[in-house]
Nanobody
Framework: VQLQASGGGLVQAGGSLRLFCAAS????????MGWFRQAPGKEREFVAG????????YYGDSVKGRFTFIRDNTKNTVYLRMDGLKPEDTAVYYC????????????????WGQGTQVTVSS
């Protein structure tokens, strides 16, 4: 599975951004997708995710109610819509995929895209 993330940038506090993650591979099949982020000096943190073919979405406590995990199966793409951005959301955001089990622990995910920087100014 190859993942290509894009959509980061600089935004003022209270603004919005949308991140994109395009998945490709010989056989995507049933797969789990997730977004994580990592700020300087901090561990990689779960942001949002869910099963590719499912309807349930899961969120980290710090983003619940502000971020939305969106799937587009026709384009093999997942999105992260980020509203009400705060300076503490500043981080490199990564999309990830796995086939085995959904987890909020970044160490259990197998496939990773390159990160995309999100910077929120106050």
């Amino acid at each position: 599975v190859q993942l290509q993330a894009s959509g980061g940038g600089l935004v003022q506090a209270g603004g919005s951004l949308r991140l994109f993650c395009a998945a490709s591979g010989r056989s995507l099949g049933p797969i789990l997708m997730g977004w994580f982020r990592q700020a300087p000096g901090k561990e990689r943190e779960f942001v949002a995710g869910g099963a590719w073919a499912g309807s349930a979405s899961y969120y980290g406590d710090s983003v619940k109610g502000r971020f939305t995990f969106i799937r587009d199966n026709t384009k093999n793409t997942v999105y992260l819509r980020m509203d009400g951005l705060k300076p503490e959301d500043t981080a490199v955001y990564y999309c990830a995929a796995d086939r085995v089990k959904f987890s909020r622990d970044a160490g259990t995910w197998t496939y990773w895209g390159q990160g995309t920087q999100v910077t929120v100014s106050s």
